[in-house]
């Protein structure tokens, strides 16, 4: 199999860049890219990048063939939740029934994370008013749970959960809510400890 096709077709259904993308997508060290140049590429790839995409392996492996062996094969179900983020002074409902699935393009899933641990819910509250309204539904990912400066998560703070966006200081944890009728929180010293980050909200959705 060449190497050059496969990362053509690996590059239509993932939206990579370089090899170096395939290389993280794959978990691998990038030297393995420059021996599947020489020595064709192993077939645990073709599987695991049809098994993330819904892609037909025997395509992805020689270009013959359907591409997807259904319509709905580039598609991912996220399960959401009957648990709600608040976007105000925090509060969690804790049950966590799964109460409806959502059609995502899987190829997007995976560039924004993990799909095996994404969960949608919806959010009460006002606080991230206009960012985030009342009634939003929130696609979350719980594998991102190590703060990036400056991104919204939902995150729990003592007994309750909500929905900030968090700024990282040195020594200082900063929540934000958009809506600047509500004040910033400064978390520092112990406290930080107290704070649990339940996953990055990736996207977000509202009905008019």
């Known amino acids: 199999m ?3 096709d496969f990362f053509r077709r690996a590059t239509r259904i993932a939206g990579l860049s370089t090899q170096k993308d395939l290389a993280r997508l794959l978990g691998i060290d990038p030297a393995a890219i420059t021996m599947a140049k020489r020595r064709g590429v192993p077939k645990v790839w073709v599987l ?3 098994d993330k995409f819904g892609v037909n392996p025997e395509w992805l492996r ?35 029934a799964v109460i409806d699935e959502l059609p995502f393009e899987r190829s997007w899933l995976v560039r924004k994370g993990n799909p095996e641990r994404m969960v949608a819910m919806d959010v009460i509250g006002d606080s ?19 703060v990036a400066d400056n991104r919204i998560y939902v995150i729990g703070l003592g007994e309750t959960v909500q929905v900030k966006r968090v700024q990282v200081r040195p020594g200082l944890v900063i929540l934000f809510s958009t809506n600047q009728r509500y004040a910033p929180v400064t978390l520092q010293g112990d406290e930080i400890d107290t704070l649990r980050v339940i996953g990055r909200v990736l996207w977000s959705s509202r009905d008019y």
């Open 48 to 50: 695991t990048l049809a």
């Open 2 to 4: 060449s190497f050059d």
């Open 128 to 146: 991230m008013s206009p960012e985030i309204e009342a009634g939003d539904t929130i696609l979350i990912d719980q594998a991102q749970d190590q």
């Open 62 to 96: 020689t270009g013959l063939g359907p591409e997807r062996d259904r319509d709905d094969a580039g598609i991912a179900l996220v399960p959401k939740v009957s648990a709600r983020a608040c976007a105000g002074g925090g509060s969690w409902d804790v049950g966590e």
